[in-house]
C-alpha cells in the first residue's frame, strides 16, 4: 500500500542514513530525522548478501533474505562462544576431527571459513565447546555449508539424558531429524543463504541449576558413527550462543565474549494528536498513539508513518 | 480561461498557455466553485479557477463536479510528488553526508 505523503506528518523508510541519524523522508527539512544511538559495531546482511560490521551509531538497514532493507533494531546481546571464525583454535575441543581453516569464502565479508574434517577412524567426530551459565534460555546459531557431509548439532547439560539434537541436510536444506530429551527442550529453524550457505538456529531451554551447556557439532553421514573419507566434511562460520530465547545477528568475537550494545532509534519533539505505524518487514504493524518521543521497536522495519 | 493539469513523468504539469511544470503541488477549494492551486509549501501559484475550467491534458473537463475535480486533482498530486518525493530524498540525503540505499525499493514503498 502506497504512502499516503500529503497526510503523513512524519514518514521514516530504510533508505537514507549516516551515523547518529535515520533520515525522514517526510518532514523534508530534516525535523523528523530520527537520532540513532548504539555505543558498539554490529553486524547487518547487505545488499549483496554479506554479512558486514556497521561502525558505532549507525543504523543497520538489514537485506536478510530480502531485496529492500529493512531498520534492524535489536536489543542487547553477548555471543558467549569465542574465536566464532577460528575453529582450529583450542578453544574448540576436537575430536577425530581436524580443521582446515579458511578454507572458502563465506557469508561474512572479508572472512573465510574453515572446513572441519573427520579424521579416517571409525567413531563419531566433531567440534565441541562446553559454556558454563546460570541461564535457562540459549540460542545458537552458526552459518553451515556442505563439504560432503551433513551436520548433527548436539546440546547437553552435565547428562547425555538431557540434550536437544537438530540433524540438516547441506546439501539439500531440509532437516533430518529434530531430537528432544530428558529436561532439555528447544526448537529450530534455519535461513537459507546464498551460496549453499545456511544458518542454523536453534534454542535450548535447559532447567534451572544447570551449570553447563555443551554444544557439539558432528559431522553426519548417515549416522554421526561412520568411518570417514578424509577428505569429505562440512565448512562453518559465525558461532554464535546467546543468553535469550531468539537469534540475533551476528557477533564475531575473537579471545572473548564480545556485547553488541542495543540500538535506540527516537524521535522527539512530537506534538498534537496523531497515531504513528510501524510496518515489519513481513507486513505486521504496531501502532502508538499521540507518541511526543517515538522510540523505534525492536524488529524489522519496513517504514514507519504518523499521521 | 480554461488550464489543463496533468500527470506528466512525476511533473505536474499546468497548461495554461505556457506549459509550466512544477514540482511540488496542491490545491484547496476556496469556495465552493473555485479551486486554487498552491505549492506544497502553500505558497500559492497564481491560478485560481472555476472547476469547470479545469482540464485534463486531452481537454475535456477534469470532472463534472467540484468534488469529482477535486479527486482527480488528488490523483495527480499523489502521482506527482510520490514520483519526486524519492528523488528530493536522495537529494537531501548525499548532500548532508549520508548514505543513500535502495532507491529502487522506495519507489516501490510511494
Known sequence: ?307 | MAIKIFGDGGLVTVDDGTETQISTFSYYESDDSTISIVNNSKQAYAWNQLFSDIQKEDGTQAGATLQLTLDYLADIQLVSYNGLASDMFEGRVTSDGGTFESKTCLTTLL
Open chain 1, 1 to 307: 500500500m502506497a504512502i499516503d505523503l500529503d497526510d503523513a506528518t512524519l514518514v521514516i523508510t530504510a533508505n537514507g542514513y549516516k551515523a547518529g541519524t535515520l533520515y525522514s523522508l517526510k518532514p523534508y527539512d530534516g525535523s523528523g530525522d530520527a537520532t540513532v544511538t548504539r555505543s558498539t559495531t554490529a553486524t547487518r546482511m547487505n545488499s549483496s548478501g554479506l554479512i558486514e560490521t556497521v561502525a558505532v551509531n549507525v543504523p543497520r538497514l538489514d537485506y536478510t533474505n530480502t531485496t529492500c532493507p529493512s531498520i534492524l533494531v535489536e536489543g542487547q546481546s553477548t555471543n558467549l562462544l569465542h574465536y566464532s571464525d577460528d575453529f582450529a583454535n583450542n578453544y574448540w575441543t576436537k575430536t577425530r576431527a581436524t580443521i582446515t581453516s579458511d578454507s572458502i569464502a563465506s557469508p561474512i565479508a572479508s572472512v573465510n571459513a574453515d572446513k572441519m574434517i573427520p579424521e579416517v577412524i571409525s567413531g563419531n567426530h566433531f567440534v565441541r565447546r562446553t559454556t558454563s551459565s546460570s541461564n535457562t534460555s540459549f540460542t545458537f546459531s552458526g552459518y553451515f555449508k556442505d563439504g560432503g557431509y551433513n551436520i548433527w548439532l548436539r546440546f547437553t547439560g552435565a547428562a547425555f539424558d538431557n540434550r536437544v539434537e537438530y540433524g540438516f541436510n547441506l546439501t539439500n536444506g531440509t532437516e533430518i531429524d529434530f531430537v528432544q530429551a530428558g529436561t532439555i527442550t528447544g526448537s529450530r529453524t534455519f535461513v537459507s543463504l546464498a551460496d549453499g550457505w545456511y544458518r542454523l538456529i536453534v534454542t535450548i531451554n535447559v532447567p534451572s541449576g544447570e551449570p553447563n551447556l555443551q554444544n557439539s557439532m558432528f559431522a553426519y553421514n548417515g549416522n554421526v558413527s561412520f568411518t570417514p573419507d578424509g577428505t569429505s566434511g562440512f565448512y562453518i562460520v559465525g558461532a554464535q550462543l546467546e543468553e535469550q530465547p531468539s537469534v540475533s545477528s551476528y557477533i564475531p568475537t575473537t579471545n572473548q565474549t564480545v556485547t553488541r550494545n542495543a540500538d535506540v532509534i527516537e524521535v522527539t519533539g512530537l506534538t498534537g494528536t496523531s497515531t504513528l505505524t510501524e510496518t515489519f518487514e513481513d507486513d505486521t504493524t504496531n501502532v502508538i498513539s499521540n507518541p511526543s518521543t517515538y522510540t523505534m521497536s525492536e524488529g524489522r522495519i519496513k517504514k514507519v508513518v504518523r499521521l
